[in-house]
């Protein structure tokens, strides 16, 4: 190696151990600020209030985190000087002292926690409770970080506590369904795990998006609902005994309302890779299905109706379009057809087994042309 050489490779180690160390400087510096609360020597003027909480607000909704957690903190610090209850305008709407505060705290709970920093969370979320005890995100919250704490029953026990503290008070909160519905299937308790998820679904209708989750309530519930069924569904593959009809209808039952399940979900979130998956998973377990028939009743129709809303979902799943090659080729004598869909398969995996058959294809079609003539 050149000396040059040498000397541009020492330059560009060094410029990637300063850029890391600056970028681990900027996190120490920013998570000890917010921790604190803020660097600020003095508090703000309380007249900043209602503009700091609206502008953590929409930095919170773009996952903004640090800051957002400044800006709640500054918030925070206004209010302490406030001499007595006071109102403040958030986004046009008159909120209380206390009810701010309760805002605020909350949200730093819930950047605690999506940071990693269990103990700072829960001893924040005390703040907020001195405010409002039994307000359900309090309580909500309260129950997340029990249930993250780990898989000890006890502790499962008080977060499912806190859950149905929530619904005592508030029989469709759509979240509280939806988090008793995760403990009851991690339990395997899947009759409770299904009730909720389908009270969580009936509990939001609109769809409504909740800061804390990567989807709405009613989309997750869908695809946790799905994933019970599924799980159900596995139950009969040990059974000891032939299927009666009973089981058969069932087993019919809870494949069909899981895949609905998940195309509500999809229509409404067709970007998440984890429903499109799963549902992909179903519907291949729905056409092996078909192709289990005997010979002379197997619905080669519906067997390609399936395969098309597979590869509709994902147009790379090249397994469904070799399928689609096969039926139209082998089964169904339509070898134009067959054509086409080993042309896409080549497009996905240029495979020289594909190759052969495409121009094996090529040569049928073209001779049978040549005869008509």
């Not at 120490?28 to 609360?37: E, S, T």
């Not at 610090?77 to 009810?99: C, H, I, P, R, Y």
């Not at 899981?258 to 409404?268: D, F, G, N, P, T």
């Not at 082998?330 to 240029?350: C, H, N, P, Q, T």
């Amino acid at each position: 190696m050149s000396s040059n050489a040498k000397s541009l490779f020492s330059l560009r180690s060094w410029l990637i151990y300063a850029e890391v160390l600056a970028v681990v400087g900027f996190v120490v510096l920013a998570a000890l600020y917010i921790r604190r609360g803020s660097a600020e020597p003095e508090a703000p003027p309380v007249s900043q209030v209602g503009a700091f909480i609206e502008k953590a607000d929409t930095f919170f909704a773009q996952e903004d985190l640090i800051d957002a957690a400044l800006l709640y903190w500054r918030a925070l610090q206004a209010l302490e000087t406030a001499d007595q209850e006071q109102s403040f305008s958030v986004n046009g709407v008159s909120q209380t002292s206390a009810e701010v505060g309760l805002h605020a705290n909350l949200r730093i709970v819930e950047i605690y926690s999506q940071s990693g920093w269990a103990k700072d969370a829960k001893a924040r979320l005390e703040h907020a409770a001195r405010i409002q005890p039994d307000h359900p995100d309090v309580r909500l919250l309260r129950g997340k970080l029990i249930r993250d704490e780990g898989i000890d029953d006890e502790l499962l026990a008080q977060a499912t506590n806190e859950f149905l503290a929530v619904l005592e008070n508030d029989p469709s909160n759509a979240e509280a369904h939806y988090l008793l519905g995760i403990l009851y299937q991690g339990n395997r308790q899947f009759k409770q795990a299904v009730d909720h998820y389908r009270k969580a679904i009936e509990s939001d209708p609109e769809f409504r998006d909740v800061a804390s989750e990567k989807a709405p309530i009613g989309i997750l519930a869908r695809l946790q609902l799905s994933r019970t069924y599924s799980k159900m569904l596995q139950s009969y593959q040990f059974l000891d005994r032939e299927f009666t009809d009973e089981d058969l209808a069932e087993v019919s039952r809870l494949e069909s309302e899981s895949i609905l399940l998940l195309e509500q979900a999809v229509a409404k979130r067709p970007e998440m890779d984890e429903i499109i998956v799963d549902l992909v998973r179903l519907y291949f377990a729905r056409a092996a299905a078909l192709g289990r028939e005997d010979i002379e009743t197997r619905q080669y129709a519906d067997a390609l109706q399936v395969y098309e809303r597979i590869v509709a979902l994902d147009p790379q799943e090249v397994r469904a379009w070799e399928r689609m090659a096969e039926i139209y080729g082998s089964f169904l004598g339509d070898k134009a057809k067959a054509l086409e869909m080993y042309r896409k398969v080549y497009e996905i995996e240029s495979h020289p087994t594909v190759l052969a058959n495409i121009k094996s294809l090529e040569e049928d079609i073209a001779a049978e042309s040549e005869l008509e003539e």
